[in-house]
T-cell receptor, first 110, second 113 residues
Framework: GENVEQHPSTLSVQEGDSAVIKCTYSDSASNYFPWYKQELGKRPQLIID?????GEKKDQRIAVTLNKTAKHFSLHITETQPEDSAVYFCAAGIDNQFYFGTGTSLTVIP | DSGVTQTPKHLITATGQRVTLRCSPR?????VYWYQQSLDQGLQFLIQYYNGEERAKGNILERFSAQQFPDLHSELNLSSLELGDSALYFCASSPSGTVYGYTFGSGTRLTVV
């Protein structure tokens, strides 16, 4: 099955700085790469996703890049705000299943 | 509100007991997925059902079982509970048998004492 690795496990940034979270995957057949944000005790919520026929996607302060050759994808958050503090999960998959990374706990320091 | 409803929100039970968690998918969704999230852990996929049939199985213990009913709601049964089963259990649903359009419910927090 798919193996998704996520780094770093924890990340602290100053408010206004950028944050980058990276994931690698093992199955070259994977074609769907969502990112989820989970606040403490709450459900994971989809914040952005990308499919394998696209190299980059942006939504306001959030962007995701995908390198299919290297089998890695990244989440970029610019102009971070305290409310961006949460755990972020990447996932990689195909069709009826995807596999999650182990999560990155992001803290934005005011 | 994601449209995926999980009940109960909280559950406290003793070791050795059996519990049932319920999930109602978003209207129109045919697939239901179950996940376990232990403290400070990621999301561990347990099992998927599509239109009443088991579609994929992950790291689900033999003490755990699930089913999806004709009205598409799903139940996750956990038996012979151990302290280590304490976790958040999430259900997610998607419109088809694929992961596109996937959304999570708010979870059931299970505490085994």
């Amino acid at each position: 099955g798919e193996n998704v690795e996520q780094h770093p496990s924890t990340l602290s940034v100053q408010e206004g700085d950028s944050a980058v979270i990276k994931c690698t995957y093992s199955d070259s057949a994977s074609n769907y790469f969502p990112w989820y944000k989970q606040e403490l005790g709450k459900r994971p919520q989809l914040i952005i996703d990308i499919r394998s026929n696209v190299g980059e996607k942006k939504d306001q302060r959030i962007a995701v890049t995908l390198n299919k050759t290297a089998k890695h994808f990244s989440l970029h958050i610019t102009e971070t705000q305290p409310e961006d503090s949460a755990v972020y999960f990447c996932a990689a998959g195909i069709d009826n299943q995807f596999y999650f990374g182990t999560g990155t706990s992001l803290t934005v320091i005011p | 509100d994601s449209g995926v409803t999980q009940t109960p929100k909280h559950l406290i039970t003793a070791t050795g007991q059996r519990v049932t968690l319920r999930c109602s998918p978003r209207s129109g969704d045919l697939s239901v997925y179950w996940y376990q999230q232990s403290l400070d852990q990621g999301l561990q996929f347990l099992i998927q059902y599509y239109n009443g049939e088991e579609r994929a199985k992950g790291n689900i213990l033999e003490r755990f079982s699930a089913q999806q009913f004709p009205d598409l709601h799903s139940e996750l049964n956990l038996s012979s509970l151990e302290l280590g089963d304490s976790a958040l259990y999430f259900c997610a649903s998607s419109p088809s048998g694929t992961v596109y359009g996937y959304t999570f419910g708010s979870g059931t927090r299970l505490t085994v004492v």
